[in-house]
């Protein structure tokens, strides 16, 4: 019995549907900043420096480091979803709240939060799909 092999390499249908959930999660983090943050641009630190991860991640994404990019792409979109989406909306007094909280600002955080769902469902099936064993 020969040893089981990993397969990390590039699928288009699974690294499009990847790169579409990288994107679509930097949209939700990039949109709620832009419309419910005020003076907020994409040179701003608070998107700059996000948006630089989630470029390096994408790079990492097409090396042979694709298992480490996927997980730590994972805890990244999971970061986003508990802490800008869920955690930030709680009236927490250890929050600033700079929008004040109004309905409008709930509808950015959910939208921010539902963003990251895809990203988050690509990755989990990436790596259930890797842990398979392979059969020869």
């Given at each position: 019995?020969?040893?089981?092999?990993?397969?990390?390499?590039?699928?288009?249908?699974?690294?499009?549907?990847?790169?579409?959930?990288?994107?679509?999660?930097?949209?939700?983090?990039?949109?709620?900043?832009?419309?419910?943050?005020?003076?907020?641009?994409?040179?701003?630190?608070?998107?700059?420096?996000?948006?630089?991860?989630?470029?390096?991640?994408?790079?990492?994404?097409?090396?042979?480091?694709?298992?480490?990019?996927?997980?730590?792409?994972?805890?990244?979109?999971?970061?986003?979803?508990?802490?800008?989406?869920?955690?930030?909306?709680?009236?927490?007094?250890?929050?600033?709240?700079?929008?004040?909280?109004?309905?409008?600002?709930?509808?950015f955080h959910g939208a921010y939060g539902v963003l990251q769902?895809?990203?988050?469902?690509?990755?989990?099936?990436?790596?259930?799909?890797?842990?398979?064993?392979?059969?020869?």
């Amino acid at each position: 019995m020969q040893p089981q092999s990993e397969d990390t390499s590039p699928r288009p249908i699974a690294t499009a549907v990847v790169v579409a959930g990288i994107l679509l999660s930097w949209l939700g983090f990039f949109v709620h900043n832009v419309a419910d943050l005020p003076g907020q641009t994409i040179l701003s630190p608070e998107s700059a420096i996000p948006t630089l991860v989630y470029l390096g991640l994408l790079v990492l994404w097409f090396t042979p480091a694709r298992r480490v990019a996927a997980w730590a792409l994972l805890v990244w979109a999971l970061l986003h979803l508990i802490g800008g989406a869920v955690l930030s909306v709680l009236p927490l007094p250890i929050l600033p709240f700079a929008p004040d909280q109004s309905p409008r600002h709930y509808l950015f955080h959910g939208a921010y939060g539902v963003l990251q769902l895809p990203l988050i469902v690509a990755l989990v099936f990436w790596v259930r799909a890797q842990a398979r064993p392979t059969v020869d």
